[in-house]
């Protein structure tokens, strides 16, 4: 692994930048339901023991 210094100034802009891209609808769709099944199961595990 390298370490490099670079100067901000110096860079060029990156014209086709996936950040700055619209997301695709069905990507998006599925992203969410991923996330709302993980956070569903999440909530098992963080839910405090009963008591005994």
Excluded: F, H, I, Y
């Amino acid at each position: 692994m390298e370490l490099r210094e670079v100067d901000p100034k110096t860079l060029l802009d990156n014209p086709e930048n996936p950040r700055k891209s619209a997301p695709n609808e069905a990507e998006e769709r599925q992203l969410a339901l991923n996330v709302k099944a993980v956070g569903s199961s999440t909530r098992l595990w963080s839910a405090k023991p009963r008591a005994a």
